[in-house]
């Protein structure tokens, strides 16, 4: 939690890491996504930026909330993101 204040509260900070982790992992990411969609895996509509959030949104609540995270929550949550964003036939 400390952190996450620290980044509130220092824009410099926050943006020093939105720059070196974010914005680059955001990008691969998002690189990721639009390669299996021009594959046919993924829907051509899926946002690889809501996708990412709900990911990160995800295991960042189980991370420091108070929630355990069962050993099968990845599992879990992978499939459920598989199946929201896998393209119909």
Known sequence: P???TDL???PELRATV???LES???EQFRALV???AARGAV???ADPDVLLDAILGAVFTRSVGHA???PDFVEALAA???DGVAARS
């Open 68 to 70: 355990e995270m069962p």
């Open 43 to 45: 829907r051509p509509d």
């Open 24 to 26: 680059r992992a955001r």
């Open 80 to 82: 459920l993101v598989v």
């Open 18 to 20: 939105i720059d070196r």
């Open 2 to 4: 400390g952190l996450f």
């Open 34 to 36: 639009r390669a299996a």
């Open 8 to 10: 509130h509260q220092n």
